[in-house]
């Protein structure tokens, strides 16, 4: 907010502060180990999400040390009654690993008080491998909503080279917005990702309702690094259902001269339905067009292809598609591109 220069010589003058609407103090417990990672903060409302909120200040005052109790003031816009939290580090410095023990959240100007129960390692090499965790609102002694330790099932393809050493991310969407995106780092196999393999993860996060789809990412450096999944399939601890999400794809992937490393995977149910997002959002112009390539071994291009399409009173093209030199156009394959005709 901008004051007029009188304006400020009076607050000045008067002692006092005018507090915004958006001003919170966050209060974080550090338990009996300490972190000098950078630490990073989201807040999820029922009306939007504010992050990432990087948890610092510009002074040489040392953070996170072990029994420390750390304050910091943030702005949070309006995003509706906050239900979660999501906090974690990126893993740098010498001594990455951090025992978050509690949150606390101060609205500056009501003095409403949000808490938050942790008593969880963030670190790779303790617990479940994870640096990042989600942490409900707690009312009354009692989450508001549970935290679920969600199963992910991913398959690598069976198809030559389809395995990877890169590493891969993965972000699960829902009625209850987002897990925010997370490196599948501890699974279930020696050597993750690996060809016809199916890799076991856990990604805890506060219960998202009804899944909706599913992001990966994975950043190949190299394209003998590039990456074939077949599919994903999540499972919520206590249900007999699960949650499929076909890719049959390889990651990174070009489309229409662009490399993409991420890809978004909607529920099967939502795909024979024909109602994913990505169609929701297309105008008229946009067409979703499948290449299947045959069966002989040798049936796939390293070349450039280019497609025109035809209608009665004029055409579109050359739209270019992408290069077999990145994956794609192989043997047994299917292909999917979003293209836009005028």
């Not at 009625?175 to 393999?197: A, C, P, T």
């Not at 007999?240 to 001269?257: A, D, E, V, Y």
Request: proline share 3%; with cysteine.
């Amino acid at each position: 907010m901008l004051y007029s220069p009188i304006e400020e010589i009076r607050r000045f003058q008067s002692g006092k502060t005018l507090l915004s609407e958006d001003e919170w103090k966050v209060l974080v417990l550090t338990g009996h180990t300490g972190t000098r990672a950078n630490v990073t903060l989201w807040v999820y409302g029922d009306k939007g999400v504010t992050g990432p909120i990087s948890l610092r200040k510009d002074s040489s005052e040392q953070f996170f040390l072990p029994g420390q109790e750390d304050e910091f003031q943030v702005e949070i816009r309006s995003i509706g009654n906050i239900y979660k939290i999501r906090i974690g580090h990126d893993g740098t410095s010498e001594q990455p690993e951090w025992k978050l023990q509690r949150v606390t959240m101060q609205h500056m100007k009501s003095k409403k008080i949000l808490d938050f129960a942790a008593n969880v390692w963030l670190s790779r090499i303790q617990a479940d491998g994870d640096v990042v965790c989600e942490l409900p609102v707690v009312k009354g002694g009692q989450a508001i909503f549970p935290l679920v330790r969600y199963q992910v099932d991913v398959y690598t393809g069976k198809l030559k080279h389809a395995e990877t050493e890169s590493e891969v991310f993965l972000c699960l969407f829902g009625e209850r917005g987002d897990s925010g995106l997370r490196l599948l780092y501890k699974s279930n196999m020696q050597v993750k990702f690996q060809r016809g393999q199916i890799d076991k993860f856990q990604v805890a996060a506060v219960s998202l309702g009804k899944l909706q789809k599913v992001l990966l990412r994975c950043e190949a450096s190299d394209k003998s690094q590039y990456w074939y999944c077949e599919q994903v399939v999540v499972r919520e601890p206590g249900t007999t259902s699960k949650s499929i999400f076909t890719c049959q794809r390889w990651l990174p992937f070009m489309s229409q001269g662009i490399i993409h490393s991420e890809i978004e995977l909607y529920l099967q149910e939502m795909q024979i339905n024909h109602q994913p997002k990505i169609q929701e959002e297309a105008n008229d112009e946009d067409w979703k067009v499948t290449i299947v390539t045959g069966d002989p071994e040798n049936a796939g291009t390293t070349a450039t292809v280019f497609l025109y399409v035809y209608g009665e009173t004029k055409c579109s093209g050359p739209i270019i598609l992408g290069s077999g030199k990145h994956q794609l156009f192989n043997s047994n394959t299917a292909d999917i591109f979003k293209v836009e005709m005028i």
